[in-house]
C-alpha cells in the first residue's frame, strides 16, 4: 500500500532446493497485502510495518508461522528444507 511506513528484510534459501514465501501482513494502518516472493540466496526486500503471517514452500513442504515487524526491527527469515527461522 502507498503511505506506509516500510523497513527492510533479508530473505535467505538455505534448502539447496527451491524456496518461495508468500508474507501476508496487516500494517499498523490497518491495511492487508499479500507480498510474494520466489527466494533464491539472498534477498533483500522492503516491506510494511505490520503483523505478519507467512507461508512458505520449500521443496514442495508447506510451512506457516507469525511475526512482527516495527520500525527499529531487522528481520532475517531463513528458510531450511523442513524449517523457517525468523530473528
Do not use: C, H
Request: glycine letters at 8%.
Amino acid at each position: 500500500p502507498p503511505a506506509v511506513p516500510f523497513t527492510n528484510i533479508t530473505l535467505f534459501n538455505r534448502s539447496n532446493g527451491q524456496a518461495y514465501i508468500s508474507l501476508q501482513v496487516t500494517t499498523i494502518e490497518g491495511y492487508y497485502t499479500i507480498i510474494e516472493y520466489p527466494v533464491a540466496g539472498k534477498v533483500k526486500i522492503k516491506v510494511p510495518l505490520g503483523s505478519y503471517v507467512y507461508v512458505a514452500w520449500v521443496g514442495g513442504n508447506q510451512m506457516t508461522g507469525t511475526f512482527r515487524l516495527s520500525a527499529n526491527d531487522s528481520v532475517v527469515i531463513t528458510l531450511y528444507k523442513d524449517k523457517v527461522v525468523v530473528e
